[in-house]
C-alpha cells in the first residue's frame, strides 16, 4: 500500500486530521483475495501500537515529505443509522411512562391530586387553629363580664356526690329603667331583694342530672333568724345565707352559685328569638302582665318572665315552681339547639346577654356555665320538694315539706 492509500483523505484531497492535528490512518481492508481458507484476522485482535507525538514539534508523514496525497475514501461507504421507534413503540412507551407518573424526559410530573390535598388540608388545619383562638378569647372577654359577688358561706357542710348548683331568680330590678320595668310588668322598687325561683342542679358523676325545686315559701330554720320562709335568708343575709340555710336543711353541699335578675332573663330570651311554653291552664295575670292560652306557643322576653313569676293558677306557688322547671329545661333546650350553636350572631347575641345577666360567685366562670349545659343537653329529672300541706304563721301562710319524703330525696342525692 502507498503513502497516498495509508491516510484518509477529504474532498479536496488533503489529508483528514483528528483533534490532535494527526493524520488519520484509513483501516485496511478485509483481505477476501487472499487464502479462502484462511481465517480472518479481527480487528480488535491487531491493536493499533500507542504512539506519542510531540506536539510541540510534530514530524512530518512519508506522504507529506513526498510531496503526495492520500486518496479519497469510497463515495459509497454507508454511514451508520439512528434508531427512530416506530409511532406504535412510542406511543406504549409514552403510555408507560404516563402510568408510572413520569414525564417524557424522565422528569416526574407533579403530583397535582396531592398537592391540591395538601394545600386543602393545610387551609382547614389553620381554619381550626384560627377558629381555636378566637373561641378562647371570646370565652375570656365573655368571662370578664360576668357579674361576681362573694356568694359562699365562710363554713360549708362535709362534701357531698356529685357536683350541685344553686340557682336562683331574684326580682331585683337593678339596672331598669322606668320604660323597662312597665314593659317587663315588674312594678316599682321593693326596698329589698326577694327571691322568686330557687333551684337546686344536682349533676352526678355518671347519672341523669337532676333539677329539684324548691317553693320559696318553704317554712325552714334559718341560721341566726329561727323559722321563716326560705327566701327570707336572702333578703337577710343574700346568697352565702341562702346557700347556708339550703345546705343545713338538705344535707347537700353546694359548689356553685349562679343568680339572674328580672331584666336578665327577659333579655337572654329575646337573644335568642323566644322560647316554647306550654300552660297546663288558661292564665290571666295583669300584674304579670300576661294573658295565655292552655296551648303551646312561643313567648317573648317579657312573657317569658311574667310566665314564671305568676301565681294566678290554682295551686299558687307549687305551679309556679312547676312552670320556672319548664321554663329552665326549654331555655337550656335552646340554648344547645342546633338553630342557636350554628348561628355565629345568635351565639355571640345570646353570650353577651347571658353572660351579663348572670351572677356568680368569684371562684365561678363561663365555662362552668358552658357545662352546665353540656351536662343537661340530653335531658333531667326534675322535681320538687315533697310537702305536706300548708300553715298560717308570724311569717304568713306558709309551705310545710313531708319530713320523710324529703329526706328520701335529699338522701337519694347525697348518694
Not at 386543602?120 to 368571662?143: E, Q
Not at 317554712?219 to 346557700?243: H, S
Not at 335568642?272 to 317573648?300: H, K, R, S, Y
Not at 365561678?364 to 298560717?392: E, N, Q
Amino acid at each position: 500500500m502507498s503513502s497516498h492509500d495509508e491516510y484518509l483523505l477529504d474532498a479536496q484531497g488533503n489529508p483528514v486530521r483528528d483533534r490532535f492535528g494527526r493524520p488519520v490512518r484509513r483501516r485496511p481492508a478485509a483481505n477476501n483475495t487472499g487464502n479462502p481458507t484462511a481465517a480472518p484476522v479481527s480487528p480488535v485482535s491487531q491493536p493499533e501500537p500507542t504512539r506519542v507525538e510531540d506536539f510541540a514539534h510534530p514530524q512530518q508523514s512519508s506522504w507529506q515529505a513526498q510531496g503526495q496525497h492520500p486518496q479519497s475514501p469510497p463515495q459509497n461507504q454507508q454511514r451508520p443509522q439512528q434508531y427512530i421507534p416506530s409511532p406504535q413503540v412510542q406511543q406504549a412507551q409514552a403510555l408507560q411512562q404516563s402510568q408510572l407518573g413520569h414525564a417524557p424526559g424522565g422528569r416526574r410530573k407533579a403530583p397535582r391530586v396531592r398537592r391540591r390535598a395538601r394545600g386543602c388540608l393545610t387551609a382547614v388545619l389553620w381554619l381550626l387553629i384560627i377558629g381555636l383562638v378566637l373561641s378562647a378569647a371570646s370565652i375570656i372577654w365573655f368571662d370578664t363580664k360576668l357579674n361576681r359577688i362573694e356568694a359562699q358561706p365562710a363554713e360549708h357542710i362535709a362534701d357531698t356526690a356529685g357536683t350541685n348548683w344553686l340557682l336562683v331568680g331574684s326580682d331585683s330590678r337593678t339596672g331598669l329603667s322606668e320604660e323597662e320595668a312597665a314593659r317587663l310588668g315588674t312594678g316599682g322598687d321593693i326596698g329589698s331583694v326577694r327571691t322568686d325561683t330557687i333551684m337546686v342542679l344536682h349533676i352526678p358523676d355518671n347519672a341523669e342530672p337532676t333539677l329539684m325545686s324548691i317553693p320559696r315559701d318553704s317554712y325552714v330554720p334559718i341560721p341566726g333568724y329561727g323559722e321563716d320562709k326560705i327566701n327570707a335568708a336572702f333578703t337577710y343575709g343574700g346568697a352565702p345565707l341562702l346557700i347556708q340555710t339550703v345546705e343545713q336543711t338538705t344535707g347537700l353541699r353546694i359548689d356553685h352559685y349562679a343568680e339572674i335578675g328580672m331584666g336578665g332573663l327577659a333579655s337572654v330570651v329575646d337573644a335568642l328569638g323566644g322560647i316554647e311554653i306550654c300552660p297546663n291552664e288558661p292564665i290571666d295575670d295583669p300584674l304579670a302582665g300576661i294573658t295565655l292560652d292552655a296551648v303551646c306557643q312561643q313567648a317573648d322576653g317579657p312573657t317569658a318572665l311574667g310566665y314564671v313569676r305568676t301565681r294566678a293558677t290554682a295551686l299558687g306557688d307549687i305551679d309556679r315552681v312547676a312552670r320556672q322547671r319548664e321554663f329552665f329545661a326549654a331555655l337550656v333546650k335552646k340554648l344547645t339547639s342546633p338553630a342557636t350553636a350554628l348561628n355565629p350572631l345568635r351565639v355571640f347575641g345570646t353570650a353577651n346577654n347571658v353572660a351579663g345577666s348572670f351572677t356568680v360567685d368569684h371562684d365561678d366562670h363561663i365555662w362552668d356555665l358552658l357545662k352546665v349545659g353540656l351536662a343537661i343537653r340530653g335531658g333531667m329529672r326534675t322535681v320538687t320538694i315533697p310537702y305536706s300541706g300548708f300553715a298560717d304563721t308570724e311569717s304568713g301562710n306558709v309551705l310545710l315539706w313531708d319530713e320523710q319524703q324529703s329526706q328520701e330525696l335529699f338522701d337519694s342525692l347525697r348518694q
